[in-house]
């Protein structure tokens, strides 16, 4: 999964291409024309937001450009899985916030970062949990990698079926 997304920086006009300067060959666009494109960037922005806040699977993105890729923000769904607020894993790297230092499980996770990846996580009160991650790229209009999204799925074990057997075993008693 690849995200993009692009800025678009206006500055003003020098004095001689306004409206009425010589250079001047067609009317400058009023205020009221960028609302339309100002309104579908902050609608898109909110939509994108509220979308991040409720998804049911924890996600946090990243910086993928700073050292030790810090957080920059984690949804609601982390925060109950892995016990961590956002604002508790804001500014930190998520190897320390997630992986107890494991550079290599988050290396191996960003390498591969369209393949969904087994790695144990650490709840903020201790606890081991398995999950599945993935990542996926954020890149700027230059094509940059500027952040990561990184999603998780917590492995549960298979639950005993009344008659002996766990789910996914084909119903084979042990």
């Known amino acids: ?10 500055a003003p006009l020098p004095p001689d291409m306004r409206r009425g300067g010589p250079a001047s060959a ?11 494109a100002l309104f579908r960037l902050l609608a898109d922005s909110a939509l994108y937001r509220a979308a991040f806040a409720a998804c049911g699977y924890p996600m946090a993105i990243i910086d993928a450009v700073a050292n030790g890729h810090p957080v920059v923000q984690v949804n609601a769904a982390f925060e109950r899985v892995f016990g961590i607020a956002d ?6 790297p998520l190897v320390s916030a997630l992986f ?12 591969k970062a369209e393949e969904r990846a087994a790695l144990r996580a650490w709840c903020k009160n201790g606890t081991a949990l398995d999950v599945e991650a993935s990542a996926g790229a954020m890149r700027d209009v230059k094509g940059e990698r ?5 999603t998780f ?5 298979s639950a005993p079926i009344p008659n002996g057997t766990t789910q996914g075993d084909g119903g084979v008693a042990s």
């Open 146 to 150: 500027t952040h990561w999204i990184v």
């Open 1 to 10: 999964m690849t995200l993009s997304y692009k800025v678009r920086v206006s």
């Open 26 to 36: 067609a009317p400058a666009p009023k205020a009221a024309d960028a609302a339309p």
């Open 100 to 111: 107890r230092g494991d550079h290599v499980a988050l290396q191996r996770l960003l390498e």
């Open 87 to 92: 604002a508790d894993a804001r500014g930190k």
């Open 153 to 157: 799925s917590p492995q549960v074990p």
